[in-house]
């Protein structure tokens, strides 16, 4: 399934419209807690680990957005956004979320 942060497909026609599609994925506080626990794993300010856990709860919000497209007949999403919010008592969970418009284009 085509996906694109563009609200169309260069070169293909939007033949039919099927509606907002989104997809979410909660990041617990566990992995806040090995996240701090191990901080030496930063180089650079980065951590290879923490970068990981929110790639892979990207790739679940984009798998459950994709799922929902697929049951309404589409076949590609436009317009996407993703968003990243705290969630919960002090920021305990990180929030993946994202959206689009399913479509199905020739």
């Known amino acids: 399934m085509i996906q694109s942060t563009t609200p169309s497909i260069e070169g293909r026609r939007i033949r039919e419209y ?57 076949n590609a999403i436009v317009g996407i956004d993703l968003d990243y919010e705290t969630v919960g008592g002090q920021g305990s969970m990180l929030m993946v979320t994202a959206s689009g418009t399913a479509i199905t284009i020739e």
Request: glycine fraction near 12%.
């Open 18 to 74: 099927h509606g907002v599609v989104t997809g979410e994925a909660i990041l617990g506080a566990n992995l806040f807690k090995d996240f701090f626990a191990g901080i030496r794993d930063i180089v650079g300010g980065r951590s290879a680990a923490y970068e990981k856990e929110l790639r892979k709860a990207r790739t679940v919000a984009f798998e459950e957005m994709e799922e929902q497209a697929a049951q309404l007949g589409a």
